[in-house]
């Protein structure tokens, strides 16, 4: 087995993989160097040049700097005109790099031209069940901005079935890959629309936090009126979820005074330790409740209101206010939504 020529390895590191970190979040460095481990993996059951296959794994995805549609064929372009490659490789070699690149588009029906192109077009298949869901909301939110929640939902469904599932246009063209076995098990969850639609909502939800946090951090940056904060980021989380009431009860003496908030009205003064939002001022400590109804001493500001999550505001080791959300729907809120709310609550 050669080995790869330090050189080359330095410049795929050094010049060609901070190329990725202008794409899209589906296409970043992590992607570059997942195929070019899984590419090597399987060049190992087959009679090919290694350092061919790592800078055509390398260099796959190179065009989507130019056009996403045929971002395989400007890849394959980029490629010929590489001139540190010459040092290295002859005119034949380079072409077929170029080739590997060019066919390893999954769409693509006719079958890679060469052994090369077969490996890049396989390892470039990230057939881990969570990753392809991930990948396929990550593009639906970047590209469809105006859908809805719904609309996601159906893209991402349309998506895994015409390239997933059985008679799906993804074709697997190295049988020894561990990708049929993830196949099958990632068509078991196409199937199951239930399963399916879990995951879709603990993926959609950390996304659109991901996004949130950033423009939360700036809108309160350099503001510090903690009222004028609470009110834009009540409006920031409520109009990005659709929450049934969003906003924030003010530590005034031994009670919670209303603050802002978004959504119906709501009780104006909460005793400590009462309730959801008195409770976690007194425990000091973020409560996410299922179910409201199983919570001992809630109040009941809304009978609308069926899962609720409270998280506790601290300024200078001191609690001076609770975020309150309320949800219509029972087990809105998990750990992701205390995760990023804790964090979000810090910039005020
Ligand atoms: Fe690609
Ligand atoms: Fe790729």
């Known amino acids: 087995m050669t080995a790869i020529r330090p050189e080359i390895s330095s410049w795929i590191e050094e010049s060609v993989l901070p190329r990725y970190d202008a794409f899209d979040k589906g296409h970043r460095r992590d992607h570059a160097q997942y195929v070019i481990g899984t590419a090597l993996e399987l060049s190992g059951h087959y009679d090919v040049d290694k350092e061919m296959i790592a800078v055509a ?25 590489l001139t540190e490659l010459r040092k290295w490789f002859s005119h034949g070699q380079i072409e ?19 052994i090369y192109g077969k490996i ?19 593009y639906g939110l970047k590209n469809y901005p105006e859908m809805d929640k719904e609309g996601h939902w159906q893209r991402t469904v349309e998506h895994l079935e015409q390239k997933y599932a059985d008679g799906g246009y993804l074709r697997l063209w190295i049988p020894e890959s561990s990708n049929a076995a993830r196949l099958e098990e990632l068509r078991r969850t196409i199937r199951d629309k239930a399963a399916l639609r879990a995951v879709f909502e603990a993926v959609y939800k950390a996304e659109i936090y991901k996004d949130l946090l950033p423009k939360a951090k700036a809108i309160l ?10 009110a834009n980021l009540s409006a920031l989380l409520h109009q990005a979820f659709h929450f049934w009431w969003t906003g924030f009860y003010r530590v005034s003496g031994k009670q919670l005074i209303l603050g802002p908030f978004q959504g119906p009205l709501a009780c104006t003064r909460i005793p400590y330790g009462r309730g959801v939002c008195g409770t976690a001022w007194a425990r ?16 009941a500001c809304s009978s609308e209101s069926r899962s609720e999550i409270v998280v506790p505001v601290w300024k200078d080791e001191e609690i001076i206010a609770v975020l309150d959300i309320d949800s219509e729907k029972l087990g809105t809120f998990d750990e992701t939504d205390r995760e990023f709310l804790e964090e979000t609550v810090t910039y005020l």
Do not use: N
């Open 96 to 114: 077929i790099i170029a080739q590997a690149a060019e066919d390893h588009r999954a769409s693509s029906q006719s079958e890679p031209r060469t």
């Open 221 to 230: 940056e350099g503001e510090d009126d903690m009222i004028a904060g609470m």
């Open 57 to 81: 794994a390398a260099c796959h995805d190179l065009g989507l700097s130019v056009c996403r549609e045929t971002h395989h064929l400007e890849s394959g372009r980029i490629i010929r005109e």
């Open 120 to 138: 890049i077009a396989e390892a470039d298949r990230q057939i881990i069940p969570d990753v392809v869901i991930r990948r396929t909301i990550q």
């Open 284 to 299: 000091k400590e973020a409560i996410v409740v299922p179910d409201v109804e199983q919570f001992p001493g809630h109040i």
